[in-house]
């Protein structure tokens, strides 16, 4: 029988991720005084290893909240009322940043990306060479939604040849950061948001912001109302090695240690493991006889799209892998509801928990009456080659 039954749940949702063993047994721990040093250690030390993956010297900043708040955060703290601002939505995400800008009465012109489809350097090139007084950018790096990953040096490339001042860049990297070589200064990202329950193999609750001198400069006379959310009440607290408001105390525990076995594997480690992963699981899916969903050349590394095969109720495949196989799979998101499925492998991932993801998709689709073709043996072996290749 090429699959084994696993008692475990097998967690391939694009977060919140698995988490280590090492990471779980932290979060047991008692409380300590978040306005004490031995807080004020383990945030020196987060802050230290954030700016190593971020590849900043510039500040991080962290807050308690959602990868949702980060990108709320982003936008309240550089920009005013009636600002103009060009948002790039190719997913679900992208909407949502667009949607937060326009809440705050932002000016926000859109160029529409296909779903499943990257930015492209020209279109974003003529949109803004068709805008006037554009202050800001507004990119996803990777669209979660789609399983989609933008060439970033590439669009971000575009909008530094605009005349200068540039406008803004503004980046969700919510689903790449940790995962994917993104280095903010080099690029000249201004500001760069993630989620502690993604690539960082900790639990959700904290927010991480790289901000540049620009943004900087820009949040001086940003006007957006806000409060909470404060970069400069954030910065003064982190200067005293606190938070301005009470810290999600247990996911710091969490993010601390994470790190730590980030660090001990090594940023290009990390980053080569998931690029492999990717790969593998683009592999598997396609030996197998499904079709990807995201463009050829334009697939994420932190999560994989696949269309349902026609006739299949998505719903109902999703639900019969986890109750017969334990393996939780991502659903479409809005009109890709019950269209494609999506594997997370962000974070505390290897082939085997990808074998099995696959296994269990093959086995339900089988039982649902698609024609699969189930992989195992030489051919899973081949796909592995195939991937270390690729
Ligand atoms: C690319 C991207 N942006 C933003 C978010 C929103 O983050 P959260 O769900 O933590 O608010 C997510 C979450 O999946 C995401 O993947």
Redesign the pocket.
């Known amino acids: 029988m090429p699959f084994t039954m696993h008692h475990h749940t097998n967690l391939r949702i694009?977060?919140p991720t698995p988490i280590p063993p090492e990471v779980l047994d932290v979060m047991s721990r008692q409380m300590i005084n978040h306005r004490g040093s031995e807080y004020g250690a383990i945030q020196h030390e987060v802050l230290e290893n954030l700016r190593h993956f971020f590849q900043t010297e510039q500040d991080v900043l962290l807050f308690t909240?959602?990868?949702?708040?980060?990108?709320e955060a982003a936008i309240v703290n550089t920009l005013s009322p009636g600002d103009r601002v060009l948002s790039v939505p190719m997913g679900?995400?992208?909407e949502?940043?667009a949607r937060i800008a326009t809440a705050y009465g932002v000016d926000v012109r859109r160029l529409e990306v296909p779903w499943g489809s990257a930015a492209q350097p020209d279109t974003l090139e003529q949109a803004l060479a068709e805008m006037h007084d554009c202050r800001a950018v507004l990119l996803?790096?990777?669209?979660?939604?789609t399983g989609v990953m933008n060439d970033m040096a590439a669009l971000i490339e575009v909008v530094r040849r605009l005349a200068p001042p540039p406008p803004l860049l503004l980046v969700?990297?919510?689903?790449?950061l940790g995962a994917v070589d993104l280095p903010m200064d080099q690029l000249g990202i201004d500001v760069m948001?993630t989620?502690s329950?993604?690539a960082w193999m900790a639990p959700?609750g904290i927010?991480m912001l790289g901000v540049s001198s620009r943004a900087w400069e820009y949040h001086s006379r940003a006007r957006l109302p806000h409060f909470y959310w404060d970069f400069t009440t954030q910065r003064n607290a982190q200067s005293k090695h606190m938070d301005a408001w009470t810290p999600a105390v247990t996911t710091m525990f969490a993010l601390h240690r994470a790190l730590a076995l980030m660090c001990a594997e090594g940023r290009d480690n990390t980053f080569a493991r998931h690029k492999r992963i990717a790969a593998y699981t683009r592999q598997r899916l396609r030996a197998t006889g499904l079709s990807l969903f995201a463009d050829p050349g334009s697939e994420s590394p932190t999560v994989t799209s696949a269309r349902v095969p026609e006739g299949i109720d998505g719903k109902a495949l999703l639900r019969q892998a986890m109750d017969q196989y334990g393996v939780v799979l991502g659903d479409g998101q809005d009109k890709l509801a019950g269209r494609i499925l999506r594997i997370g492998h962000m974070g505390w991932v290897t082939e085997p928990d990808i074998d099995d993801a696959v296994a269990a998709i093959e086995q339900s689709l089988a039982s649902m009456g698609a024609t699969v073709r189930p992989v195992s043996g030489t051919r899973a072996e081949q796909c592995l080659a195939n991937a270390r290749a690729e």
């Open positions: 694009p977060g909240g959602s990868g949702t708040g980060g990108l679900v995400f992208g949502r940043f996803t790096c990777n669209e979660t939604s969700d990297a919510v689903s790449a948001i989620g329950q993604k959700p927010t």
